[in-house]
């Protein structure tokens, strides 16, 4: 692969914020979206897989070798993706079991200042509680407000594609509630997607 960060066209010694503003404006250039009915369409794509890889790979450097998915020891990466301290704090927390505690410091974020981060870790604790439609549409509000994260949009997809592999599906509509979603699928949701948030819900899977 090429050095990522020439592909982000940023320096190696750049800031977390400053690499993640390159990549949303390349990702808003280069999004197949954009290209659907032109000839330029399977370039934008390959490009933007590139520069997914590209930011992928930092992430995971600068990470220490996680991706922010969970290793083998169970737990996932603590660094906030935004550099928020109070948000590493939560993360660590989390992996810890520490949920209710966590839960805590995450509900003193005033309103207005609750981001994209903030839903995220609010869905990761609901998850790990078992609330899978609530983590789901937190997970949802995480990634309308940033949807070029990689790890708010790996969790939401996953919880998703689970739910509707093994329940059906499950609406998180206001007032829908579970379709198909009975405790057995739901369990193997949170199995397969807690990963986000560390440990293991069943051994066996």
């Given at each position: 692969m090429n050095d990522p960060y020439k592909v982000l066209g940023v320096s190696s010694n750049a800031t977390d914020?400053?690499?993640?503003?390159?990549?949303?404006?390349?990702?808003?250039?280069?999004?197949p979206d954009k290209y659907r009915d032109s000839d330029l369409a399977d370039l934008a794509s390959e490009k933007m897989k590139e520069i997914n890889a590209a930011y992928e790979e930092i992430q995971k450097m600068r990470a220490g070798g996680s991706s922010g998915r969970t290793n083998n020891s169970g737990s996932y990466n603590t660094?906030?993706?935004?550099?928020?301290?109070?948000?590493?704090?939560?993360?660590r927390m989390i992996n810890s079991g520490h949920f209710d505690e966590a839960d805590r410091i995450l509900n003193e974020v005033d309103e207005a200042s609750r981001d994209a981060e903030w839903n995220f870790l609010k869905g990761c604790i609901l998850l790990k509680r078992g609330h899978y439609v609530d983590a789901q549409r937190f997970f949802d509000i995480a990634c309308s407000m940033d949807p070029?994260?990689?790890?708010?949009?790996?969790?939401?997809?996953?919880?998703a594609r689970?739910?509707?592999?093994?329940?059906?599906?499950?609406?998180?509509?206001?007032?829908?509630?579970?379709s198909g979603c009975d405790i057995c699928s739901g369990l193997l949701c949170a199995?397969?997607?807690?990963?986000c948030c560390g440990g293991d819900l069943i051994s066996c899977c």
């Amino acid at each position: 692969m090429n050095d990522p960060y020439k592909v982000l066209g940023v320096s190696s010694n750049a800031t977390d914020e400053e690499i993640k503003k390159a990549y949303r404006e390349l990702a808003r250039k280069y999004h197949p979206d954009k290209y659907r009915d032109s000839d330029l369409a399977d370039l934008a794509s390959e490009k933007m897989k590139e520069i997914n890889a590209a930011y992928e790979e930092i992430q995971k450097m600068r990470a220490g070798g996680s991706s922010g998915r969970t290793n083998n020891s169970g737990s996932y990466n603590t660094r906030s993706s935004t550099g928020n301290p109070k948000y590493s704090q939560i993360r660590r927390m989390i992996n810890s079991g520490h949920f209710d505690e966590a839960d805590r410091i995450l509900n003193e974020v005033d309103e207005a200042s609750r981001d994209a981060e903030w839903n995220f870790l609010k869905g990761c604790i609901l998850l790990k509680r078992g609330h899978y439609v609530d983590a789901q549409r937190f997970f949802d509000i995480a990634c309308s407000m940033d949807p070029y994260n990689q790890e708010y949009s790996a969790a939401q997809q996953e919880l998703a594609r689970r739910a509707n592999g093994y329940g059906g599906g499950y609406t998180t509509t206001r007032g829908g509630g579970c379709s198909g979603c009975d405790i057995c699928s739901g369990l193997l949701c949170a199995d397969c997607c807690c990963e986000c948030c560390g440990g293991d819900l069943i051994s066996c899977c």
